[in-house]
Structure formats: structure tokens, C-alpha cells
């Protein structure tokens, strides 16, 4: 069975729970009677084990309190088509597994209509949105730091490849003011030249198109398991109270029908990169002025 995002969540909380207790897998194994080969694929995500049957996992472990009841709620609904979290904790736990995704993925698609995609964004430009956004200032540090080590999925020696669908308008929001913004579009540039990244720009005047609708993201990696590499795609979207992850064939495809489309109205990344330089050029000859 293919594994769902939140599956893979619940394995990973799993197995950062034994070995943080520094346990191996046969003890919890001879624990509660289970074989370490079952134990392995509930770690990685492969199969999924029933509540009670976590619950029987943490209990080994000595895991209570707050750790315990935020990997209980992993435990519900790994086999849904969606995956919505609405509180703090569920939206940190599947932000944990959205980058997971991200570092293993071998394809990466960002829709950004408003705002530079967190993959290429500054220091500056990240620290200004979390500021803006109210981030305690004391967490704004490492979440700037957590943000650009993302960086890691398109930099490595094998990275992803990743197409960037990035709307007029986000180039117009001056986030972080002029200095900043100037640094960001420098930065977007010599993203662009890297051979794994295609960067189009989609203009205003283009018409209606499903970017319009909001930013997305979609990822596609392979997964590797014990008898094979397992292909698997999902589409990752924020709103302002909640996240949604999507993994089932048929909502991934209508993501990738409207990848087309705004492929269709977007500017070429030869066109891109000159219509980037020319707004660049513009701010740099206005702050001298």
C-alpha cells in the first residue's frame, strides 16, 4: 500500500521516539509481540499501525505527557485522502513531513502568485515576513536558519529538479523594503542559472488562470521500501488557519492539469530572466535616485 503523508509522519515520530529512548527495534519488538520486520514498516510509513497499537509503542517507550498526545493524534486517519491540520502542533508535525518530502523529492513544482517560494528566498526577505507576520522575535532566528537549510533540496549534488511559476505580483510587493528586495531579486537570478531550476514569470496582463486561485506546491519523489522505489506525489497548500496536504491520484492530477495552464500564459525563462532584470534594474535606478 502506498504511503500517505500522514502515515509517513506517525513512522518518523515513531522511530525519533525509540531512538531517542535509545532502544532498538527488536526490543520494542519482544515487547509487545510484534515482528521487527511489521515494526520496520510502520517506521517508515509502508504500513500503518492501529492506535491502540501505537499506543502500546509509546507505553514501552515511557513516552506521556505532550510528546505522547501529539503522536496519539498522528495515529488517527493515516488512510484519509486529505490531511487537514488546524492547530499548532498538527501544523508543525506536517510541516515536518512536508520537508521530509521535500528533501527526498526528485521533481518540485511551486505556484507563487504573491510571494517568492520559501526555497528561494534571503535571509533578509524570510526574516521580514515572520516579523510582519508576528514571529516571536526569539524564534525568528532559527526558523530563518530551518527555512534556508530547505535550501538543501535543489543545492546537494543530486538535487531536485524545480519549476518555479512565480506571479508578476510577487515582484511588486516590496517585502522587507527596497535593500532587501533588491538582494531577493539578485538572488532569484542566480537561482535561475542553476540547471535544475526553471523559473518563469507569469504576468499580470495574461488573464485569468488557476494560479489565481493561491500558491501551491507540488512535490513528486520516490520513496524507497523494502522490495522497491515507490513513485508518489502530493500537492501542499496554506491557508490562513490551516494546512492541507493532498496525495491521492486524483486530486494530484487536477494540480498538474493547472500546472499546464499557467505554464501556457507564462512567460519563457529566457523571457523571465530578462523581465526580471529589467524590474531589477528599475528599483536599483530609483533608490539612486
Not at 78 to 102: F, G, H, K, N
Not at 238 to 261: F, P
Request: aromatic share 6%.
Amino acid at each position: 500500500m502506498a504511503r500517505t503523508p500522514k502515515a509517513r509522519a506517525l513512522g518518523a515520530a515513531l522511530r525519533q521516539a525509540r531512538e531517542g529512548k535509545g532502544m532498538f527495534l527488536r526490543e520494542i519488538g519482544a515487547a509487545i509481540n510484534r515482528d521487527i520486520g511489521v515494526l520496520s514498516r510502520w517506521e517508515t510509513g509502508e504500513r500503518t499501525p492501529k492506535p491502540e497499537q501505537v499506543a502500546q509503542i509509546l507505553t514501552t517507550l515511557g513516552i506521556n505527557g505532550e510528546d505522547y498526545e501529539q503522536i496519539m493524534t498522528l495515529a488517527y486517519g493515516t488512510d484519509e485522502s486529505q490531511w487537514v491540520a488546524t492547530t499548532l502542533p498538527e501544523q508543525r508535525q506536517q510541516m515536518a513531513a512536508y520537508v521530509d518530502w521535500e528533501q527526498n523529492a526528485t521533481r518540485i513544482v511551486e505556484v507563487a502568485p504573491l510571494l517568492i517560494p520559501g526555497l528561494l528566498q534571503t535571509n533578509d526577505y524570510i526574516r521580514a515576513i515572520m516579523t510582519a507576520g508576528g514571529v516571536p522575535q526569539g524564534e525568528i532566528a532559527s526558523r530563518v536558519t530551518t527555512r534556508i537549510g530547505r535550501r538543501e533540496a535543489i543545492t546537494k549534488h543530486r538535487p531536485a529538479n524545480l519549476l518555479v511559476l512565480l506571479g508578476q505580483g510577487a515582484l511588486n510587493q516590496e517585502i522587507g523594503g527596497q535593500e532587501a528586495m533588491v538582494e531577493q531579486l539578485q538572488h532569484l537570478l542566480e537561482m535561475a542559472a542553476r540547471p535544475n531550476i526553471e523559473l518563469r514569470i507569469v504576468p499580470d496582463r495574461c488573464g485569468w488562470h488557476p494560479g489565481l486561485e493561491g500558491a501551491f506546491a507540488l512535490i513528486e519523489s520516490k520513496h524507497a521500501t523494502k522490495n522497491k522505489a515507490t513513485a508518489t506525489s502530493i500537492v501542499f497548500m496554506e491557508t490562513r488557519r490551516s494546512v492541507l496536504m493532498l496525495h491521492e491520484d486524483y486530486d494530484v492530477d487536477a494540480y498538474r492539469q493547472a500546472i499546464d495552464k499557467i505554464m501556457k500564459v507564462s512567460l519563457t525563462p529566457v523571457a523571465s530572466t530578462k523581465f526580471i532584470k529589467g524590474f531589477l534594474n528599475r528599483m536599483e535606478k530609483s533608490s539612486v535616485n
